[in-house]
């Protein structure tokens, strides 16, 4: 059984320009959600999304944006960026249609903004 | 929305020792999980337990969803252990969207 992968492993960005950040879910996983954990704070919802739809959403802008692909995979983009970007991205997948939703998550995506 | 405090939020033991961390939530869930963050940052899942109790090797876990909290054991403490853990859960029909706690700090020393 494969985990949940991601990639890069770290990125540095320009304030001002745009990122992309792949995952791949666990096999078996249809459900896909995005977190944003800054320095010393747990995790924050981003979005999340199930057969290739966004299925609820957190407190973020309209310039995070994602996608789900038919495979499961997913992206996050994120437009304009600015330093409070700076976090640990992770991605979690999990199963749906038991009612369990078990969240599993990726090594994350250490972002930088400068 | 819920509210999730975790404490205490920084816990230093001995190798050997045992410890309790708490997890307070402030309304009903669906589900909750209990992870331990690596100095790398990867979540290791250690239990799902929206309610009951739960026993994995020197782990322990148990919730009192009608009162709200979560208590996770750690027995005989390595330095292993070191690292941040913390409690998340999902609302009903919120099914996967996790409001994470701030987290307890542990470091254990040899």
């Known amino acids: 059984e494969t985990g949940v992968t991601q990639s890069p492993t770290h990125l540095i960005k320009t304030r001002g320009q745009q990122v992309t950040l792949r995952c791949s879910s666990q096999?078996?996983?249809?459900?896909v959600s995005w977190y944003q954990q800054a320095l010393g704070q747990g995790p924050q919802f981003i979005f999340q999304?199930?057969?290739?739809?966004?299925?609820g959403r957190g407190n973020f802008p309209p310039r995070f944006s994602g996608l789900q692909f038919p495979n499961y995979s997913s992206e996050l983009n994120v437009n304009a960026l600015e330093l409070d970007d700076s976090a640990l991205y992770l991605c979690?997948?999990?199963?749906?249609?038991?009612?369990?939703?078990?969240?599993?998550f990726g090594p994350g995506t250490r972002l930088t903004v400068t | 929305g819920i509210q999730v405090e975790q404490s205490p939020p920084d816990l230093i033991l001995q190798e050997g020792a045992n410890s309790t961390l708490r997890c307070n939530f402030s309304?009903?869930?669906?589900?909750l999980q209990w992870f331990h963050q690596n100095p790398w940052g990867q979540l290791i899942n250690l239990f799902y337990?929206?309610?009951g109790t739960k026993q994995n090797g020197r782990l322990s876990a148990t919730t009192v969803a009608t009162e709200r909290y979560s208590l996770l054991y750690i027995s005989s403490s390595q330095t292993t252990d070191s690292g941040v853990y913390f409690c998340?859960?999902?609302?009903?029909?919120?099914?996967?969207?996790?409001?994470f706690g701030q987290g307890t700090e542990l470091s254990v020393k040899p």
């Open positions: 979690a997948s999990s199963g749906s249609g038991t009612g369990v939703y078990e969240q599993y």
């Open positions: 999304y199930y057969r290739e739809e966004e299925n």
């Open positions: 337990i929206p309610s």
């Open positions: 309304d009903s869930v669906n589900n």
């Open positions: 998340a859960v999902d609302r009903y029909n919120q099914g996967g969207k996790l409001i």
């Open positions: 096999s078996g996983h249809n459900t």
